[in-house]
T-cell receptor, first 117, second 116 residues
Framework: EAQVTQNPRYLITVTGKKLTVTCSQN?????MSWYRQDPGLGLRQIYY???????DKGDVPEGYKVSRKEKRNFPLILESPSPNQTSLYFC????????????????FGNGTRLTVT | QQQVKQSPQSLIVQKGGISIINCAYE??????FPWYQQFPGKGPALLIA?????SEKKEGRFTISFNKSAKQFSLHIMDSQPGDSATYFC???????????????FGRGTQLTVWP
């Protein structure tokens, strides 16, 4: 089944403890991206990657890191999490190298709910 | 700066009624306008999309109306059902120009509740 898989689904951590949220897609997609979803703010892009070893900042990159060493994986790293990073995180991928198009929609994972205390 | 503005933030509709969600944009270079549907505990999923060369796209009970001159587009859900209760996001992008121009800009979402 074609899908974007995120792990873990739920994560509770403390301020300053480094964590990684994994994302993997099995559709051989070029483009991958991370979003955070907060009430009233919708989906905001954190980072994206158009190809292996190519990553760039989205709208809210502060406090996050990413890497794209393999085409299928795009982990999100929080080196020193803070309470304002408590959010629902989504990984997404698309066959379109630029992010999304009429014939190559964006596919989302089922999310990771992160709580930082 | 918000690229796509969506309203209302929440919407309550009686079963069988029409749900209407509106979006507006400023960038006239946008040429791809999808709507995503998100159920609790799930990621958003593509519902329906339209290109600006048509004024309407219909798929079952879901219709996108597009007004290029007003830079507005809307989602209409006919005969709304309790199973349609979800969060809906409109989005826009400039496709096919390379670089970051295919990136999707999302509205802030509308939480739709359909009462039985």
């Amino acid at each position: 089944e074609a899908q974007v898989t995120q792990n873990p689904r739920y994560l509770i951590t403390v301020t300053g403890k480094k964590l990684t949220v994994t994302c993997s897609q099995n559709m051989n997609h070029e483009y991958m991206s991370w979003y955070r979803q907060d009430p009233g703010l919708g989906l905001r892009q954190i980072y994206y990657s158009m190809n292996v070893e190519v990553t760039d900042k989205g709208d809210v990159p502060e406090g996050y890191k990413v890497s794209r060493k393999e085409k299928r994986n795009f982990p999100l790293i929080l080196e020193s999490p803070s309470p304002n990073q408590t959010s629902l995180y989504f990984c997404a991928s698309s066959q379109s190298r630029t992010g999304s198009s009429y014939n190559s929609p964006l596919h989302f994972g089922n999310g990771t709910r992160l709580t930082v205390t | 700066q918000q690229q796509v503005k969506q309203s209302p933030q929440s919407l309550i509709v009686q079963k069988g009624g029409i749900s209407i969600i509106n979006c507006a944009y400023e960038n006239t270079a946008f040429d791809y306008f999808p709507w995503y549907q998100q159920f609790p505990g799930k990621g958003p999923a593509l519902l329906i999309a339209i290109r600006p060369d048509v004024s309407e796209k219909k798929e079952g009970r879901f219709t996108i109306s597009f007004n290029k001159s007003a830079k507005q587009f809307s989602l209409h859900i006919m005969d709304s059902q309790p199973g349609d209760s979800a969060t809906y996001f409109c989005a826009a992008s400039e496709v096919g120009r390379g670089s970051t121009l295919g990136r999707l800009y999302f509205g802030r979402g509308t939480q739709l509740t359909v009462w039985p």
